[in-house]
């Protein structure tokens, strides 16, 4: 069954790490709410998705999906249950700020079919806050989560950051700690990129007393996996943690080659054999659709790109890689390449499943990269 991931670009103000399209033009959002809803119908019955195809969830990320009124939120939402057949019990996720989050819109939610919301936390400190850029302050978290327990939402995941310059393990342990007594059913948690572009990048740059310590982050992971676990959180993904039954089930449809369809600029879709983009520009893509015609690159995915896919995304999981979905040919060139990882602690072959082992979690990048095809 598919899903439908849909972009809201829209920014209160940027975060300084941030690398996602996104934009302040908040006049635009009517425009652009239309639009959407007009491409979803544009959309319906394409590759991406068959006519028959349930979809088991819906995702609306961003940017910031709380920039849109509670009005134009339910205007996306009906239009996608209206054109497409969305299962009965599907996930549907809403990303939010917890200063966003009022009264209001909290009991508005279940109305529009809403059951899963996922909030940036991102820390508890108010300082590393102020320099992430954040407007929320690490209050109002709980208080936005406790709204969102009194309008019934049972299922509330939270986003948090480590490795900001400065920080000790004793603080990354206190946001640990202020995070599970949110007692939330699921918790993403990564390590800060300087992705060049953005503020960050410039800023670290400029500042030579800005150093990040690679062993100091590779403790903070240990320490958030031993802390989650040992709270009940099943360590599912390399950077997700959930309570049982509570996995990220869109996020789990990518990471197991179920075709998705991206509605939105710069939203990506995925058909099995295609990948899309739309284009990462608010003003072609509504013009665009508003012409009738979806801006749009596309690439027809190669054996090679199907196999490193499968690898990549296979071995973020903890059910690992199953070798039974790999040609006998691409069997052939895994399994010399893994063998020294198997051999060094980094990998185990069971029951014909790879798998990343502990020790390797942190360092996945590397790994996984070696089995690739280039």
């Avoid at 996104?22 to 019955?45: I, P």
């Avoid at 969830?57 to 996608?80: D, E, F």
């Avoid at 599912?236 to 990471?255: D, V």
Wanted: charged share 25%; aromatic share 10%.
């Amino acid at each position: 069954m598919a899903g439908i991931y849909v972009h809201i670009p829209f920014c209160a103000s940027r975060c300084i790490y941030c690398a996602f399209y996104s934009t302040t033009q908040s006049d635009k959002r009517q425009r652009y709410v239309d639009a959407l809803c007009r491409e979803a119908k544009m959309r319906k019955g394409k590759s991406e998705a068959e006519d028959n195809d349930l979809i088991s969830t819906v995702y609306l990320g961003g940017g910031t999906p709380s920039q849109l009124s509670v009005v134009q939120l339910r205007q996306v939402l009906s239009a996608i249950y209206n054109i497409y057949k969305v299962e009965q019990g599907a996930e549907i996720t809403i990303e939010y700020n917890p200063d966003d989050i009022t009264t209001e819109l909290a009991e508005a939610l279940p109305a529009m079919g809403v059951n899963r919301v996922s909030m940036g936390a991102q820390t508890f400190d108010d300082a590393r806050l102020r320099f992430l850029r954040r407007r929320h302050s690490g209050a109002q978290v709980s208080e936005a989560i406790d709204r969102l327990r009194q309008a019934g939402i049972g299922n509330i995941s939270v986003d948090l950051m480590y490795g900001f310059p400065c920080e000790t393990l004793s603080d990354w342990q206190r946001d640990i700690d202020a995070a599970l007594t949110l007692q939330v059913e699921h918790l993403s948690a990564y390590c800060l990129t300087i992705e060049e572009g953005t503020p960050l990048y410039r800023l670290i740059m400029e500042n030579s007393h800005f150093t990040m310590d690679e062993e100091l982050e590779r403790q903070m992971y240990y320490t958030l996996i031993d802390r989650l676990q040992a709270a009940g959180y099943e360590h599912y993904e390399i950077s997700n943690f959930a309570r049982p039954g509570r996995r990220s089930r869109h996020n789990s449809n990518y990471w197991t080659n179920v075709p998705y369809i991206g509605l939105g600029a710069a939203a990506h879709s995925y058909d099995g054999r295609t990948r899309r983009w739309n284009m990462a520009s608010l003003d072609d893509y509504i013009l665009g659709i508003e012409n009738g015609k979806s801006v749009f690159e596309s690439e027809l995915l190669t054996p090679r790109d199907r196999y490193n896919d499968r690898v990549m995304l296979s071995l973020r999981t903890c059910e690992g890689l199953n070798l039974e979905h790999l040609t006998a040919s691409e069997r052939s060139y895994l399994l010399p390449l893994a063998r020294k990882y198997i051999t060094g602690g980094l990998l185990t072959l069971d029951k014909g499943r790879l798998r990343l082992t502990r020790e390797a979690l942190f360092v996945s990048d590397m790994v996984i990269s070696d089995l690739m095809r280039v």
